[in-house]
């Protein structure tokens, strides 16, 4: 028996928006990066740069959200089995942070390749 409720479009909608509430307010990391992320949006969606560049660049900045709401599951994963410090717990909350540093550095290769097709090519 699993602890998994039956799937309905409404509740799992309602549990999706809970997870995004509790990353906001209890992870600042994640809220920092929403802050960017919207204003990144604004920031693209007011240049006047193609809409194909608009496109790749707003969704390219969705990827450090995604591995930051991943790497808070790890966390709170973590913390839930153990309070102890024990070397695998590291080793799984260093791995979660690797996955949002990774998706940083490939936004940034996207952007970087972007901006460079605009201003040089």
Do not use: C
Not at 44 to 73: G, R
Request: charged share 15%; net charge neutral.
């Amino acid at each position: 028996m699993t602890n998994k409720p039956k799937y309905h479009l409404i509740d799992n909608t309602r549990y999706a928006l809970s997870g995004l509430k509790i990353a906001y307010q209890e992870e600042m990391s994640f809220k920092i990066e929403v802050w960017l992320f919207v204003i990144a949006q604004v920031a693209i969606w007011a240049s006047p740069i193609d809409i194909l560049y608009k496109m790749i660049l707003s969704i390219s900045a969705i990827l450090p959200l995604w591995a930051e709401l991943i790497n808070s599951a790890i966390e709170h994963t973590v913390d839930l089995v153990t309070t102890e410090k024990h070397p695998l717990a590291k080793s799984a909350k260093d791995i979660g942070s690797s996955v949002v540093f990774v998706s940083i550095v490939m936004m940034l290769a996207i952007w970087g390749s972007v901006f460079y097709f605009i201003f040089f090519t």
